[in-house]
């Protein structure tokens, strides 16, 4: 079956910068569309970036200009630079895929002290 693995998350000082991994597997051919969700302590799941499979990346407003989502096709892997992180990204970080349906990673913490 479809499985997402992240790796990468952390505890950092403001200012400072972390990369999320995800991995896919259980895949057969290409994912269409990758991307990153995040749910910060006492709120509701939100988007931070997507990916598609020609290349296309879109970004939730907060983040832009500071993460930069990437993929590698062949690997079925996507990946999130965050830099000049604030402690308002403090939150779990969580991959997801669409592939012929939502799939999610377990999901990994991000901690931003001030």
């Known amino acids: 079956q479809v499985q997402l693995v992240e790796s990468g998350g952390g505890l950092v000082q403001a200012g400072g910068s972390l990369r999320l991994n995800c991995a896919a597997s259980?895949?057969?051919?290409?994912?269409?569309?990758m991307g990153w969700y995040r749910q910060p302590p006492g709120q509701q799941r939100e988007l931070v970036a997507t990916a598609t499979g020609d290349g296309g990346t879109s970004y939730a407003g907060s983040v832009k200009g500071r993460f930069t989502i990437s993929r590698d096709n062949a690997k079925n892997t996507v990946y999130l630079q965050m830099n000049s992180l604030k402690p308002e990204d403090t939150a779990v970080y969580y991959c997801?895929?669409?592939?012929?349906?939502?799939?999610w990673g377990q999901g990994t913490q991000v901690t931003v002290s001030s």
């Open positions: 997801w895929a669409w592939y012929g349906g939502d799939y």
């Open positions: 259980g895949i057969i051919g290409n994912i269409n569309t």
